[in-house]
C-alpha cells in the first residue's frame, strides 16, 4: 500500500469514527429529544433520536463518498495537469463537483434537524 493510499484510509477511518461516535452521542442522549420548542408539535422520543440517526447517517456518509471521489478524481487531476496545464480549470471543476456530494449530504442533516427540533 503506498504512502497516499494509508493517509486516505487513515483519514476515511477516522470520518467514520466521529461519525458513529456523533450517532451514539446523540442516539442516547434523551435530554435532547425531551425538549421541544413551544408551538411545536411535540415527537415522541424515538422519532427524535432516529432522525439524529438519519441526520448524522447523511452527513457522515455523504462525508465519506465525497472523499472517495476527490480521491479518485483528484489523483487524475493532477496527472492531467501533469502532461496539459492549461486543463487546471476544468481540473478545479470536477473536483468540486464531487465535494459536492458531501454539501447534499449536510443540507439534507440540515433540513431533517430543522424538521425534527
Known sequence: MTTGMKGLSIWLGGVALVSIAASLFLWWSPSIAAESLP???ALSSG????GFLAAALATG?????????????????IGALAEKPELLGRALIMVGLAEGIAIYGLIISILILNRIL
Open 39 to 41: 408551538g411545536k408539535e
Open 61 to 77: 456518509l455523504s462525508s465519506l463518498g465525497a472523499g472517495i471521489a476527490v480521491a479518485g478524481v483528484g489523483s487524475a487531476a
Open 47 to 50: 422519532a427524535v433520536q432516529w
